[in-house]
């Protein structure tokens, strides 16, 4: 299955603010602040404006799915690289300012492998660093255990999950949780999988929705990101 060319075919509902993480209770005021939402703004598209999520993980850089901003460009533009072209159009909704952004990059192996080897991720890079917010530090990978207990933020919503399944495609690593209960939906991409080791929160991995309706309840698939790029 080429899982690029399902999100490609889907992504448009992402603005249906009613499907954001099923089995998931809003945050608290100052909860994972480091998830942030993204925005096109083009004043020659003005229908659209949130599109996905990104997770900060430096005072200048985000992490986001890489399908987000490939479909964006092939929606809006007709052109899948577009916004990296452009990142101008982007901005990163930082506690109601739209931060603007310098340079976007796909991970490298995005376009060379169909299916989870090729690494659903983009890193945004910001004009101005954000002072406001502290970055979340990427856990090691070696810390993840079958069985772990981890929490999914995305579209200022939180659902507890469990990990169930860590595999290597080629460069990447996939991260599989248990989905009986809660997990992603249609526009949770970009959103972040998180580790709570001894009270410090940090990165396990970028939310991807790998289904074919708004809201399948189905386990919940996140790409760890090893690098930045």
Known sequence: MN????LTIMIFSVCSKAFALYGARPLKSGEHEAVLSLHLSDPQN????YFCNAV???PKTLLTA???????????????PWLTYHPEFVRVNVKGVKAQVSEITFAPSYFEVLGFGGEDLALITLKNPISTIAPLPIIKKS??????????????????????KKTQYQSSTVLVTDG???????????GALLSNENGQWGLAGILTYQGEESCERKNTVSFFPRSQF
């Open 46 to 49: 003005p229908q659209y404006n």
């Open 180 to 190: 009986s209960a809660s997990g992603t939906c249609l526009g949770d991409s970009g």
């Open 143 to 164: 810390v993840l255990k079958i069985g772990q207990s981890l929490t999914l933020v995305s579209r200022q919503m939180s659902a507890p999950t469990k990990l169930i």
């Open 66 to 80: 890489a399908h987000c901003i490939e479909v964006m460009g092939n929606e809006v533009y007709e052109a899948t």
């Open 3 to 6: 899982l690029k060319l399902i």
């Open 56 to 58: 900060l993980i430096s």
